[in-house]
């Protein structure tokens, strides 16, 4: 019987040993890629003795190493923001994107942008867009949560998600009509999603935001296990439900507006990742496959950032067209998976 759980210590072990050298692996090679080339030993000297040349110590502080931190961390966060939102709706297909929020995010940034833009207040620009994404990602949960009441089948109610994204993604174009045209340029290529043009300024935000917010998190990772059971089982073990319930949505919109703020709308990831997590890892422990989903969140954005840097390159390709590439084969087969298990 001992070696059953000696087992699956071992295995829980070397994913996160995989995962942790995935993260290495995808942070090492954003430095290294780029049209400048810099040897990766000269790398090291500039990011620890600051040992290089005014214009590779520019392209590495300035450029590579914001956006390599912040694919890692919104990735991450993003990742995180699919578990919770999993965890509410019992359902493992609930996502960010699927249920709406990031497209609500999307609106209230789209129209934080146009107003800034009208009024020049540049110097707001992060808070305000973060602030916006937030109100945007709840007013989506809420209405998503207001019908959750009448509809109680998991099918009808990830429809009616993706039917309030393209409620707000509408509403999303037809604010960009009023918009000029340096701005709708500037529009486009932050909705298509990426990682690029960050600064270390936008780093030391999300790290203020998301770091203690994914503490939160594992802090309440044995509510979570409990409420994962079903709410009555989660009350008998002390859960206080009426307050564990909306801290669940605000971690979420939190994390999903971070994301949507900083890099535009991110699909798939916030399902994928959890799924091939908890596949990996064989448990649906949350005090496991809540930094595990961190850590794999962080590696799969990361890589796809990678890809829409370098296959086409000097093009970049859309961030999400990459996300979408890789995490909606994993939801196919999620689905098919689920249905042969139910017609066993």
């Known amino acids: 019987m001992s070696r059953v759980p000696a087992a699956r210590g071992l295995q829980t072990a070397w994913v996160f040993l995989l995962l942790g050298l995935l993260c290495g692996i995808a942070a090492a090679a954003s430095l290294y890629a780029g049209r400048t080339d810099i ?33 890692l961390l919104l990735g991450g966060a993003l990742s995180l923001s699919g578990f919770l939102l999993q965890t509410y709706f ?31 207040l540049a110097a707001a620009r992060p808070w305000l867009l973060v602030v916006a994404a937030f109100i945007g990602a709840l007013f989506s949960t809420s209405l998503v949560l207001l019908v959750s009441g009448r509809v109680h089948l998991n ?13 707000t993604s509408s509403v ?23 990682f690029s043009g960050m600064s270390m300024d936008d780093v030391s935000l999300c790290c203020t935001l998301i770091l203690p917010a994914v503490v939160l998190t594992f802090l309440l990772a044995k509510p979570i296990g409990a409420y994962r059971l079903g709410e009555q089982y989660a009350q008998s073990m002390g859960v206080d439900v009426r307050l564990f319930r909306p801290l669940l949505i605000l971690l979420s919109s939190l994390f ?17 990742v959890p799924f091939l997590v908890k596949q990996c890892l064989g448990t ?61």
């Open 172 to 194: 999303t174009d037809f604010l960009i009509t009023f918009a000029n045209d340096a701005d709708i340029v500037n529009l486009h290529s932050w909705s298509a999603g990426s």
């Open 284 to 344: 649906a422990e949350p005090l496991l496959l809540i930094p595990a989903c961190f850590l794999g969140g962080a590696a799969f954005c990361s890589f796809c950032d990678l890809v829409a840097r370098l296959l086409l390159a000097p093009l970049e390709l859309n961030l999400s067209t990459v996300t979408s590439f890789f995490g909606a084969p994993v939801v196919i087969f999620m689905l098919v998976r689920r249905h042969a298990r139910r017609s066993l």
């Open 90 to 120: 019992q359902n493992p297909i609930a996502g960010p994107f699927v249920l709406g929020i990031s497209s609500g995010a999307k609106m209230a940034v789209a129209f934080a942008l146009i107003v800034l833009a009208q009024y020049r």
């Open 39 to 71: 040897p990766f030993g000269r790398i090291l000297r500039i990011l620890f003795f600051h040992d290089g040349s005014v214009q590779e110590c520019n392209i590495i502080f300035k450029i590579r190493l914001p956006r390599m931190l912040m694919a």
């Open 155 to 167: 099918s009808s109610l990830l429809v009616v998600g993706i039917m309030i994204g393209y409620i």
């Open 256 to 272: 999903s507006s971070c994301v949507t703020a900083f890099a535009g709308p991110v699909t798939f990831v916030g399902i994928a």
